[in-house]
């Protein structure tokens, strides 16, 4: 049994109190957790403020800290193996793409660490005669950044790169399903030589120290990424501290494929955009609205393909579809698919739980063209389930897709570039990917609108959300103020 420690003010300890970790290809117990109480967070949060007041930090040059971030990149790059390895240990998420992810999350670091000195402010040609006025881009202070438990690494890098290139500190929750890789990098990040508290890297559950975290005095930044009940208590918890918000919730993505397509290449982008990370990815197109004219020959094809993905243990190779996170989310699963036959939705094929230990649920595809209230067309699974809906005309198409509450990612698959250009202009999301699916990038802007959130992580954007502008005045003339009563 492996036993982690949560990292505050650059010490390791074992947290007030622990819970167990299981495996999710099997359920067994594996590791032991430290839970961060009230006293914890607490502690965590006044390591961050500490640092981020200390001359070691606050004084910093903005390229000194970015080559902190090449050093924390290097230093990825270098115990990508063990970091991978964790990551599917503990989540269940694929050692193919926990291997491949890993290797971009070391360049998310490298584009931050070469932004860092780049975050510029301004001189301002005021409408007065003797004023210098210009404005400072500064930190805006101690960020709580919270992940979901798909993407950890990856999550977190979104929000810690940013925000220490910018120069703020940050207290990380780690995810209490499958914490294990952000424990662990923490003691890669305790390597690369940042001032002690810069990064505080805890775990534990929403009620007491997400709560706790989001809600207190000192934190400036609340830079969430999971569910959108989530959210909802977020914002309520900033309420207390008035801290801003950028929320990265779920989605409900249209994957529309019009007549004119190539059948091949959108067969395989709608497979990784619902099935692979075994569907549990903010951005899965998991609502496929495809024209009735190839309707048939497109499910022929993609069924095929879903019924071949090797499902298996998620640390081997080999492995397409690996076990869902915990049992919690076949319970979700399950109980969707069953709502939406009551509706009179069809199960293609898939749609239970595989009779084997772990949390395994097959690739699933439910046909809704008879069943347009299906509960599955409009609620997440976060699971390998996709829904499928025909259309005639490009209006239907367009309307079906912006029929939702979510607005993350969408995929159009056409050859015709006019209709792919009014297709990026009509739908409401904040990515749409033509003739490709689930391509991401550290230059690249990603979020949402409406319930899949606001705020955009990745792109130069992203760290300027972590910035606030002071506007500084300097009167450049030596005679005395003029008239005190009057402003200037
Ligand atoms: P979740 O919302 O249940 O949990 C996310 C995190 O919030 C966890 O660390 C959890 O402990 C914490 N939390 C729970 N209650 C809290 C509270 N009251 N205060 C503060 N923190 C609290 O999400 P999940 O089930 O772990 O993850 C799945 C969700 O994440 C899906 O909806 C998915 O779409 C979303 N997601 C979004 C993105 C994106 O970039 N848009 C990426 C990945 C996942």
């Not at 290797?103 to 490298?110: G, M, N, P």
């Not at 025909?390 to 509450?405: C, P, Q, R």
């Amino acid at each position: 049994m492996q036993q982690f420690q949560q990292y505050i003010g650059g010490a390791f300890d074992d947290g007030s109190a622990q819970f167990d970790s299981r495996d999710p290809s099997t359920n067994a117990v594996w590791a032991t957790m430290p839970e961060a109480r009230t006293a914890d967070v607490n502690r965590a949060v006044e390591a961050a403020h500490a640092a981020f007041l200390s001359p070691e930090w606050s004084l910093m040059t903005a390229t000194a800290r970015g080559k902190l971030l090449y050093r924390l990149a290097d230093l990825i790059a270098e115990n990508a193996p063990k970091l991978a390895e964790l990551e599917t240990k503990d989540t269940g998420k694929i050692i193919r793409e926990t291997s491949a992810q890993i290797a971009y999350v070391a360049d998310y670091y490298r584009y931050y660490a070469g932004l860092a000195d780049k975050i510029e402010g301004a001189h301002l040609p005021i409408d007065k005669p003797d004023m210098e006025v210009w404005l400072r881009r500064e930190p805006i202070g101690v960020v709580a950044a919270i992940v979901p438990w798909n993407s950890q690494l990856f999550l977190s890098a979104v929000k810690i790169g940013p925000a220490l290139a910018a120069g703020c500190t940050v207290v990380l929750k780690a995810s209490e399903e499958g914490p294990a890789p952000l424990l662990e990098f923490a003691r890669i990040f305790d390597q690369a030589g940042f001032p002690k508290g810069v990064l505080n890297v805890i775990t534990g559950f929403g009620a007491e120290c997400g709560a706790v975290l989001t809600s207190h005095p000192k934190v400036a930044h609340v830079a969430f990424t999971g569910g959108p009940s989530t959210a909802r208590q977020i914002v309520r918890n900033s309420a207390e501290n008035l801290a801003s918000t950028s929320l990265e919730l779920g989605g409900k993505s249209p994957f529309i494929v019009f007549d004119d397509a190539d059948i091949e290449s959108a067969v395989n982008a709608q497979v990784s955009g619902i099935f692979a990370a075994t569907g549990q990815s903010c951005v899965a197109g998991s609502r496929l609205i495809v024209h009735n004219a190839i309707k048939d020959t497109f499910l022929a094809r993609l069924k095929q393909k879903a019924e071949a993905v090797v499902i298996g243990v998620p640390d081997k190779m080999e492995t397409e579809v690996g076990p869902l996170c915990s049992a919690r989310q076949i319970e979700t699963a399950v109980d969707l698919i069953k709502r939406s036959v009551d509706c009179g939705a069809t199960v293609m094929t898939g749609g239970a739980p595989l009779d084997r230990e772990g949390n395994y649920f097959p690739p699933t595809i439910i046909d809704c063209s008879d069943a347009k209230d299906a509960p599955c067309l409009s609620n997440e699974f976060f699971g390998p389930v996709l829904s499928v809906i025909g259309f005639y005309t490009e209006a239907e198409a367009l309307a079906i897709a912006n029929d939702t509450k979510f607005g993350l990612g969408a995929g159009v698959f056409t050859q015709n570039l006019t209709r792919a250009h009014r297709m990026i202009r009509g739908i409401r999301s904040g990515i749409v990917w033509v003739n490709t699916y689930r391509a991401v990038s550290p230059l690249a802007p990603f979020g949402g609108h409406g319930l899949s959130g606001h705020g955009r992580e990745g792109g130069i954007e992203a760290a300027l959300d972590y910035t606030t502008t002071k506007a500084v005045w300097l009167r450049t003339s030596d005679d005395p103020i003029p008239d005190p009563f009057v402003m200037r």
